[in-house]
């Protein structure tokens, strides 16, 4: 039997109900108009409505490579059919992203299910302290998120002096980075959360990881954590065979020798020198597989 339903036009002066129904077959289709003033919107299931979001809503930067900032970009699908959204970011130069397009897929969920994506800011060294802006578009919408430069701190006394710096390394394993050795962060229990460098050539040696300074830094002392946890300790898969070098003259000057290491934490003491870049060269591992580093440290002589 056709079924029949009730729609109703809406307009600004007056609502007035009808019935409007489409035979098909043996099946009646229903059709539902809104007007609103002097123009018309068709509301039904082929609507559907993006939201952008950006968190947090501000942010403080500093010319650290290794530690840029970051803010998470989110688009939610409000309506009834899933889509395709896509965001776009642009920055105030010399700002740096490390996204400037965000496309997703939007499922029609309820409650709404909203898909973020992480963006990076990086400032180039050079950059003058100051507010700068990024700014979000995904259709009409628009989000300004302000980041405010603040001059590098002067490292205090007894301070590592590799934190933040700019690493670099001869291979590197998904998140886990060349930077992620250089983020303050030595606890083992963080090691997922990619807080932590691990080469990508299982079973091929050497691997080297390194922090270079824009500056000359003076150094007696550095410091490396190798990875290992209560149940695989270094002993297990922690670094081995290694070399602690510095930069002298275009080359690499070994300052400490370490051979069949099991212990977590290495600390490599020598004569002060001026450097600009240090590096540990690593020869083998106790796994025999990846080279890993939790955290490399440098320290002013004491």
Same mark, same amino acid.
């Given at each position: 039997?056709?079924?029949?339903?009730?729609?109703?036009?809406?307009?600004?002066?007056?609502?007035?109900?009808?019935?409007?129904?489409?035979? =098909?077959?043996? =099946?009646?289709?229903?059709?539902?108009?809104?007007?609103?003033?002097?123009?018309?919107?068709?509301?039904?299931?082929?609507?559907?409505?993006? *939201?952008?979001?950006? =968190?947090?809503?501000?942010?403080?930067?500093?010319?650290?490579?290794?530690?840029?900032?970051?803010?998470?970009?989110?688009?939610?699908?409000?309506?009834?059919?899933? *889509?395709?959204?896509?965001?776009?970011?642009?920055?105030?130069?010399?700002?740096?992203?490390?996204?400037?397009?965000?496309?997703?897929?939007?499922?029609?969920?309820?409650?709404?299910?909203?898909?973020?994506?992480?963006?990076?800011?990086?400032?180039?060294?050079?950059?003058?302290?100051?507010?700068?802006?990024?700014?979000?578009?995904?259709?009409?919408?628009?989000?300004?998120?302000?980041?405010?430069?603040?001059? *590098?701190?002067?490292?205090?006394?007894?301070?590592?002096?590799?934190?933040?710096?700019?690493?670099?390394?001869?291979?590197?394993?998904?998140?886990?980075?060349?930077?992620?050795?250089?983020?303050?962060?030595?606890?083992?229990?963080?090691?997922?959360?990619?807080?932590?460098?691990?080469?990508?050539?299982?079973?091929?040696?050497?691997?080297?990881?390194?922090?270079?300074?824009?500056?000359?830094?003076?150094?007696?002392?550095?410091?490396?954590?190798?990875? &290992?946890?209560?149940?695989?300790?270094?002993?297990?898969?922690?670094?081995?065979?290694?070399?602690?070098?510095?930069?002298? &003259?275009?080359?690499?000057?070994?300052? &400490?020798?370490?051979?069949?290491?099991?212990?977590?934490?290495?600390?490599?003491?020598?004569?002060? *020198?001026?450097?600009? =870049?240090?590096?540990?060269?690593?020869?083998?591992?106790?796994?025999?597989?990846?080279?890993?580093?939790?955290?490399?440290?440098?320290?002013?002589?004491?």
């Amino acid at each position: 039997m056709p079924s029949t339903v009730r729609t109703t036009v809406r307009t600004t002066a007056r609502t007035t109900a009808r019935t409007a129904s489409l035979l =098909a077959g043996a =099946a009646t289709v229903a059709l539902t108009v809104t007007a609103a003033g002097p123009t018309a919107t068709a509301a039904g299931a082929g609507r559907s409505d993006v *939201v952008l979001s950006a =968190a947090p809503t501000s942010l403080t930067a500093n010319e650290l490579p290794c530690l840029p900032t970051s803010f998470d970009v989110t688009l939610t699908n409000t309506g009834r059919q899933p *889509v395709f959204a896509d965001a776009t970011l642009a920055a105030d130069a010399p700002i740096d992203l490390s996204h400037t397009v965000f496309s997703t897929y939007l499922p029609a969920t309820d409650p709404d299910q909203p898909v973020s994506r992480t963006v990076d800011v990086r400032v180039p060294s050079g950059t003058e302290a100051g507010s700068y802006d990024v700014t979000v578009t995904s259709g009409r919408q628009r989000v300004v998120v302000p980041v405010t430069v603040e001059p *590098v701190p002067e490292p205090g006394p007894g301070a590592n002096l590799a934190y933040g710096q700019r690493a670099t390394a001869s291979s590197t394993h998904g998140r886990f980075t060349a930077c992620g050795a250089v983020d303050g962060d030595s606890d083992y229990l963080n090691w997922s959360t990619k807080t932590g460098w691990n080469d990508a050539d299982s079973g091929k040696f050497p691997d080297w990881l390194a922090v270079t300074w824009p500056e000359p830094v003076e150094l007696g002392r550095v410091e490396t954590v190798t990875y &290992g946890t209560p149940s695989r300790p270094a002993a297990l898969q922690g670094i081995k065979d290694f070399d602690v070098q510095i930069s002298s &003259g275009g080359e690499w000057l070994t300052v &400490g020798t370490h051979r069949d290491n099991t212990l977590d934490r290495v600390v490599t003491t020598f004569d002060p *020198v001026t450097t600009d =870049a240090v590096r540990v060269l690593v020869h083998a591992s106790n796994s025999g597989d990846y080279s890993r580093i939790l955290e490399l440290e440098a320290y002013a002589p004491q």
